[in-house]
């Protein structure tokens, strides 16, 4: 079956902030078999997670203590998961991959899409498919041309952000987040870089943030991590230094027309709390692929009914997890008062040892706990294949 992938960048060198891997993501590479080829480019391993409230660790998550093998967290550059994957992709005779070319239209017939027009090194054509899987992120230029309408939520009350500083010593084996007082500063070890950091502003607040005067932020910073201050005063000295993420959350209405799959940030966008998006858009993948090939095996087009048995029990999978964030949210920035603070002891106290808790670990740690890769189904997967590029 041929499968054409459409990369609007020449390279994979370019900046990614999704970085951590979580259990549920490591079993989809290793079952991918690219897992131990991208650790070996270059990675930290993390096995705790801890919240801090005032100076004082008010949860600790154990990933040791989780089921094997996936029970730790990996720091991992995109660019080399996305590498080793592309290589797998390679080895396979029907793959096609169409780098530097953007998707600018999409090919319709009636109301249903048979195709994108793409624009690339070799000019402007249309590249014929029987569905066309938009996985191109939280902008996606695929739902926007197809007309789905994309619900953006602001819930969150802060924005990040990003910056690294280089590592002294051991790597940090904690993903730690500092919270309370309306303030965030998450921190682990990012390869090769050292130390990735990511300071809350509120939501929006970017603007008034840049007016300020740039020595208040990194006093601020050295304040709540005061082990980084030498770092921090040598190494951010401006705002150039700084990577802004806009935090919300959001849906596509709909994941799936006639001849259209989306998947990933293009079908559901979330916050960095708790690393799901990367691992989310894995496990889509893996969902979507056994209900693609069944809808691809019969003649004629793909069409939205035959991909229900994807969307419908994803739908439900991503309601909670947006559910959950927004409270991790709440109770990982909250305000100065002591009740929000007795609040927030109660939720961790709740995640330490209550099923609901523990539930809730293991929905962040490994997600779908039915999603496995369907190796059965690469040889036996026989279908018409599309017609060729116009």
Not at 21 to 33: C, D, I, K, S, Y
């Amino acid at each position: 079956m041929d499968v054409t992938v459409v990369e609007k960048s020449s390279s994979f060198e370019r900046a990614f902030r999704g970085e951590i891997l979580q259990p549920g993501g490591l079993a989809v590479l290793e079952e991918l078999g690219v897992l131990q080829a991208a650790r070996n480019r270059g990675s930290h391993v993390h096995d705790r997670f801890q919240l801090l409230s005032g100076g004082k660790a008010i949860l600790g998550v154990d990933y040791k203590a989780m089921p094997g093998p996936y029970n730790y967290m990996l720091s991992v550059p995109q660019q080399n998961i996305l590498e080793e994957l592309l290589a797998a992709c390679r080895r396979e005779p029907a793959f096609r991959y169409l780098a530097g070319t953007r998707v600018t239209d999409l090919v319709r017939d009636g109301g249903a899409v048979r195709g994108a027009v793409v624009s690339g090194p070799r000019g402007t054509r249309n590249v014929r498919a029987r569905c066309v899987v938009g996985a191109d992120g939280r902008y996606s230029k695929t739902r926007q041309l197809s007309g789905i309408p994309y619900d953006r939520r602001d819930v969150f009350t802060f924005d990040l952000l990003w910056f690294k500083l280089p590592a002294t010593g051991e790597p940090l084996r904690d993903v730690t987040i500092r919270g309370g007082g309306g303030r965030m500063l998450l921190s682990y070890s990012s390869y090769p870089e050292g130390v990735q950091l990511g300071w809350a502003l509120p939501h929006g607040g970017y603007r008034a943030f840049a007016a300020r005067p740039f020595t208040e932020f990194r006093d601020q910073l050295c304040q709540a991590a005061p082990e980084y201050a030498g770092r921090i005063y040598e190494r951010v000295r401006g705002l150039t230094d700084l990577s802004l993420l806009d935090v919300f959350a959001g849906t596509a209405r709909e994941w799936a027309r006639d001849g259209l799959l989306l998947i990933g940030d293009a079908a559901h966008t979330h916050s960095p709390l708790g690393a799901q998006g990367l691992n989310l858009a894995l496990q889509d993948a893996v969902l979507a692929h056994p209900v693609l090939l069944k809808a691809l095996r019969r003649s004629g087009p793909v069409d939205a009914a035959a991909l229900a048995d994807y969307t419908a029990p994803r739908t439900a999978d991503i309601r909670k997890v947006l559910k959950f964030q927004h409270i991790q949210a709440k109770g990982m920035l909250g305000s100065r008062s002591k009740a929000v603070e007795a609040g927030r002891h109660l939720m961790a106290s709740i995640v330490h040892r209550t099923p609901i808790g523990h539930k809730l670990t293991k929905m962040v740690a490994f997600g779908n706990p039915a999603c496995r890769v369907r190796t059965d189904l690469y040889a036996s997967a026989g279908a018409a294949r599309p017609a060729p590029p116009a």
